[in-house]
């Protein structure tokens, strides 16, 4: 069974449609991962705008001040195909981003967020990130930045983001797309739950009910789920 095109219809699916995440007790201190760039869309064109977001990424704990993500991306537009880019959101806007790199179907993507602190002058803790990525095993330096707050980050994900997709064709003309070698770190230490078996990441990933609005097949299945190496497959095409 194939996914079947629904570009007609006109209410697009905007949002995280599937994402793994872990709520850690600590300051993140590493978080990578690897993918491999996926084949275009069979329908590139279905609204104005339609963007595809895979990333992994980090956020404050729930009791932040402020809502933000730190996250390398690997995202897909009509105009420009595949790129590889860094952000980093606060409160919705984008406060730092690097410039965009171009990648091809089939490039080998290392994503990597890198945590430290310092103790400023006023006794205050400071948190930094180097946000980066490389292609094809070389490190893209050029392209990091460098991200300084007040808070730590904590909770950690990975994530398929969409928006102006209206069908099932808008997605990736692949079976499905894996994120590979995802290792954490918190606080400098590889961390355990040794009362799940070690789990760090949950056993059923989450999938928001607008996902099922215009493409039921997008799931994402769990491979590996410790701290180390763990494994996620993001499936864009039901199987027979």
Known sequence: MTATSTASKTKATDGWIVFNDTLTSGNITKLTGELTVPPAPSEPEQLPGQLIYLFIGIEPGPDAPYGAIIQPVLQWT??????????YV?????????????????????????????????????????CSFSVNGVAETDYDITINTEVPFIGGFVTLETYSITGCAGYPNTEKTTFSKINLEVD???????KHDGCVW???????????????????????????????????????
């Open 78 to 87: 009509n105009a420009d195909g595949w790129q590889m880019i860094n952000y």
């Open 202 to 240: 949950n056993l059923t990933p989450s999938k928001p009910s607008v996902s099922t609005s215009m493409c039921s097949n997008i799931e994402m299945g769990v491979v590996a789920y410790k701290a180390i190496d763990a494994e996620f497959d993001i499936y864009y095409q039901a199987t027979s």
């Open 90 to 130: 606060k409160n919705g806007k984008q406060s730092q981003a690097s410039a965009t790199y171009d990648v091809s179907e089939g490039d080998t993507i290392g994503m990597s967020i890198i945590g430290t602190t310092s103790t400023l002058p006023d006794g205050k803790t400071q948190y930094s990130y180097v």
């Open 188 to 194: 400098g230490v590889v961390p355990t739950r040794p």
